[in-house]
T-cell receptor
Framework: KQEVTQIPAALSVPEGENLVLNCSFT??????LQWFRQDPGKGLTSLLL?????REQTSGRLNASLDKSSGRSTLYIAASQPGDSATYLC???????????FGDGTTLTVKP | GAGVSQTPSNKVTEKGKYVELRCDPI?????LYWYRQSLGQGPEFLIY????????DSGLPNDRFFAVRPEGSVSTLKIQRTERGDSAVYLC?????????????FGPGTRLTVT
């Protein structure tokens, strides 16, 4: 069964700290890996999309990496801010149809 | 431009009733996805449309669930004989086309509560 796992479920850091969120998947034959942010009671906001042929993507203070051979992706957040507090979800596409399998997310709290 | 919209934002219904949830994708997006999210969990795939046709409905939990997209734009998720276990947030997403090359953009979701 193709699964996506995110550990830890929750993370708390002081403002200004650099941090890494982890995502692991069971099938190395993925087509893409997408990171999302979800604020309480809201929908998902796309942060970064990494194609299977890519190793990383960057957007502002965010950098996402993909290592298919080890079944891992990481989301690096530089100089964290209280506004970064949210749940971060990763999702992998294991088919070329684009449907995604999600992890259960890591809830990040950045304390002022 | 406008993002993905979903109506209603909240729906409370009694067990056994029929409900319809609507999704308006981003204009020009041919692919549309429905997911269901329970509290504390990631979204679970329900169904994927490419144009008007359901290309993959493998995530629909049973035959009480049905979805349509008759003109290749707006989609409606229909749930018959609702059960308390159907309570969840139903999310819709669209992308420029099907396949892994394009990001999925999500709507705000419809929170369904079955009493």
């Amino acid at each position: 069964k193709q699964e996506v796992t995110q550990i830890p479920a929750a993370l708390s850091v002081p403002e200004g700290e650099n941090l890494v969120l982890n995502c692991s998947f069971t099938d190395s034959a993925i087509y893409n890996l997408q990171w999302f942010r979800q604020d309480p009671g809201k929908g998902l906001t796309s942060l970064l999309l990494i194609q299977s042929s890519q190793r990383e993507q960057t957007s502002g203070r965010l950098n996402a990496s993909l290592d298919k051979s080890s079944g891992r992706s990481t989301l690096y957040i530089a100089a964290s801010q209280p506004g970064d507090s949210a749940t971060y979800l990763c999702a992998a596409s294991f088919t070329n149809a684009g449907k995604s399998t999600f992890g259960d997310g890591t809830t990040l709290t950045v304390k002022p | 431009g406008a993002g993905v919209s979903q109506t209603p934002s909240n729906k409370v219904t009694e067990k056994g009733k029929y409900v319809e949830l609507r999704c308006d994708p981003i204009s020009g997006h041919t692919a549309l996805y429905w997911y269901r999210q329970s509290l504390g969990q990631g979204p679970e795939f329900l169904i994927y449309f490419q144009g008007t046709g359901a290309a993959d409905d493998s995530g629909l939990p049973n035959d009480r669930f049905f979805a349509v997209r008759p003109e290749g734009s707006v989609s409606t998720l229909k749930i018959q004989r609702t059960e308390r276990g159907d309570s969840a947030v139903y999310l819709c997403a669209s992308s420029l086309t099907g396949g892994p090359l394009y990001e999925q953009y999500f709507g705000p979701g419809t929170r369904l509560t079955v009493t």
